[in-house]
């Protein structure tokens, strides 16, 4: 089979359509999402608690169901970067 017969046969597959954009940029942003989780080492419902988020909307990014906004994105990029600056930070608040 040709590359170009492959990609026709792909493209015709009722069964496995091609991702959207919109759906290719919710899975990049649930493999963010866990990366940022994960890296603490907590679970969600801690994860969550610790760090002032909605455990269903948290579930929700991971799974891919709904897209983070970019303040969402920004803010588990901090987290991610340091957890305990953000930890006291709210503590402190």
Request: charged share 35%; no cysteine; net charge negative.
């Amino acid at each position: 089979m040709t590359q170009e017969e492959i990609e026709r046969n792909a493209l015709e597959d009722r069964d496995n359509p091609p991702a959207s954009e919109e759906e290719l940029a919710r899975a990049v942003a649930a493999r963010a999402v866990r990366r940022a989780r994960q890296r603490t080492g907590l679970s969600q419902a801690k994860f969550a608690e610790r760090f002032q988020i909605n455990l269903a909307r948290l579930k929700d990014w991971e799974q891919g169901r709904f897209m983070p906004d970019t303040v969402a994105l920004a803010y588990l990029k901090v987290i991610e970067t340091d957890p305990e600056a953000v930890a006291r930070a709210l503590d402190a608040a």
